[in-house]
């Protein structure tokens, strides 16, 4: 056999033996990079830095969590789509990112082919957050001011087409008030513009208030699941608060660079599902109101796409736009 084609097998041998089911079980051999698409200090920031220190027992490296907020998230995506397919780069997304595509009028990536799913890791309620010395004290305060001078109030959210956003927006629309949307590069500084009194209200995930309610500056008017939250018993629902039916609740997954071997991402997937069983990890996800997922990589490419079609028509009634 010539030298030549005895070298092209063995390349070929060793190519796939990187991509084969023992290669994947020796990930990762350095640093993985966790791309976070907002700010530090938001519910997915605390998410990442979470279960980075889970991973970093179960992987023996420490992941790199790297922020990059912007437009929604989509600065972070893109980054991820010029990575290579080898698991050492990563995204923890929230729930906008399969809605971008009908937020911005052009992306400069597929929202699903240029993607790889590995799992859905956990999800949460939303509040609506007031500033404590503020006048608004209860939901019905808001809609009531809101219905006696239309666009007068104002709320922070973390980029346009995030939960946060529509969440909002579904509020507008359920309960028939008119509130200007104000986007901002993640939950944490929307919560700051609310304490400054930049802004009345907020909505954030619970992971981004539960802190600093008790003796803070801000209070939760309402939660946006159809259910009271276990972290916040108190506080009640928006449907309680007089919109009937309203729930909506924001969700967090992993995505990899498209085309990762099949093996690597059933491997991180594994590895996610143990880092939720972490004691630590449990007890930080019932702190911030969030419960776990941990699905595999085929339901949570399924469940994007039916989120997709649950949310286009509303996103496109309420001709929701990048500004």
Not at 209 to 224: K, N, Y
Request: aromatic residues 6%; charged residues 15%.
């Amino acid at each position: 056999m010539p030298a030549s084609i005895k070298r092209l097998l063995c390349l070929a041998s060793l190519a796939l033996a990187m991509t084969s089911p023992a290669g994947a079980e020796s990930f990762p051999t350095k640093p993985v990079h966790i791309l976070v698409p907002y700010a530090a200090g938001g519910a997915v920031d605390v998410l990442a830095r979470t279960l980075g220190q889970s991973l970093a027992k179960i992987w023996g490296q420490q992941p790199v969590i790297d922020n990059r907020p912007g437009a929604g998230g989509i600065v972070a995506s893109q980054a991820l789509t010029q990575s290579a397919p080898d698991g050492y780069t990563l995204i923890l997304v929230a729930s906008g990112h399969p809605l971008n595509q009908f937020i911005y009028p052009s992306l400069p990536y597929d929202t699903f082919k240029d993607f790889t799913a590995i799992s859905e890791v956990a999800s949460s309620p939303l509040a609506i957050m007031a500033a404590k010395q503020g006048p608004f004290k209860t939901l019905q305060d808001v809609l009531a001011a809101s219905r006696k001078q239309p666009d007068s109030l104002s709320y922070g959210m973390s980029g346009n087409g995030t939960s946060a956003h529509l969440a909002g927006e579904l509020l507008k629309y359920m309960a028939d008030v008119k509130i200007v949307a104000i986007p901002y590069k993640g939950g944490a500084p929307a919560i700051t513009a609310v304490i400054a009194g930049e802004i009345p209200l907020s909505f954030n995930p619970l992971a981004e208030v539960v802190g600093q309610l008790d003796g803070g500056a801000v209070r939760a008017l309402a939660v946006t699941s159809a259910e009271r939250s276990k972290a916040l018993p108190d506080v009640p629902t928006v449907a309680e608060s007089g919109v009937p039916g309203y729930d909506v609740s924001v969700w967090w997954g992993f995505l990899g660079p498209a085309k990762m071997p099949p093996e690597l991402a059933a491997k991180i997937q594994t590895d996610l599902k143990a880092a939720l069983q972490d004691p630590v990890v449990e007890k930080t996800l019932v702190q911030i109101g969030a419960t776990p997922a941990g699905s595999t990589p085929a339901e949570f490419d399924a469940f994007m796409h039916a989120e997709v079609k649950k949310w286009e028509p509303v996103l496109k009634a309420a001709n929701i736009r990048a500004q």
